[in-house]
T-cell receptor
Framework: DADVTQTPRNRITKTGKRIMLECSQTKGHDRMYWYRQDPGLGLRLIYYSFDVKDINKGEISDGYSVSRQAQAKFSLSLESAIPNQTALYFC??????????????FGEGSRLTVL | GNSVTQMEGPVTLSEEAFLTINCTYTATGYPSLFWYVQYPGEGLQLLLKATKADDKGSNKGFEATYRKETTSFHLEKGSVQVSDSAVYFC????????????FGRGTQLTVWP
């Protein structure tokens, strides 16, 4: 099994619907992240969390919210999806010792299409 | 601010050709630098990293040297294989920003047999 698991892997929805993307990890890392990937734009940070009680906005948090239910679980919600949120979403983790100089471990991605 | 600029793709090479993907960065202080690779249908995985000036990261035949004087971290491989076909991302991380990475836009590499 993958160390960082994302569900669903693919989702097609309609404008205005609420969507939740879930991420769970077995690496025991404290830090978790949600990134969005768009063709030609690289990865952009949506939200990140350094522990269960810590949630921080990234560079493109508008239209998104997150919940850190446990050390191992970090979910991303789109309260009212819009077509320009169509993208590939990645969850990632890192450990405390890694910090800003360490390695991120990525899930396999969740492809979201908003019609 | 912190940012990464990498050469635009796509890059198309024949097997056994030499590969260079350019990456330059802007940052205050002394960042760590990374190359990540994304194979088709998969998430990103770390290819190599360097944490201080003049360090050379290497893995799977790929190399990159942290050049502070030119603010660069170019990725090189002497002889590419078809299996190297992927998207490559240069990234920057700083301890003061507590764990987040800044990614370049990615470079698609296709290697033909």
């Amino acid at each position: 099994d993958a160390d960082v698991t994302q569900t669903p892997r693919n989702r097609i929805t309609k404008t205005g619907k609420r969507i939740m993307l879930e991420c769970s990890q077995t690496k025991g890392h404290d830090r978790m992240y949600w990134y969005r990937q768009d063709p030609g734009l690289g990865l952009r940070l949506i939200y990140y969390s350094f522990d269960v009680k810590d949630i921080n906005k990234g560079e493109i948090s508008d239209g998104y919210s997150v919940s850190r239910q446990a050390q191992a679980k970090f979910s991303l919600s789109l309260e009212s999806a819009i077509p320009n949120q169509t993208a590939l979403y990645f969850c990632a983790t890192s450990d405390l010792a890694g910090g800003g100089t360490g390695e991120l471990f990525f899930g396999e991605g969740s492809r979201l299409t908003v019609l | 601010g912190n940012s990464v600029t990498q050469m635009e793709g796509p890059v198309t090479l024949s097997e056994e050709a030499f590969l260079t993907i350019n990456c330059t960065y802007t940052a205050t202080g002394y960042p760590s630098l990374f190359w990540y690779v994304q194979y088709p249908g998969e998430g990103l995985q770390l290819l190599l990293k360097a944490t201080k000036a003049d360090d050379k990261g290497s893995n799977k035949g790929f190399e990159a040297t942290y050049r502070k004087e030119t603010t660069s971290f170019h990725l090189e491989k002497g002889s590419v294989q078809v299996s190297d076909s992927a998207v490559y991302f240069c990234a920057l991380g700083r301890g003061s920003t507590l764990g987040r990475l800044y990614f370049g836009r990615g470079t698609q590499l296709t290697v033909w047999p």
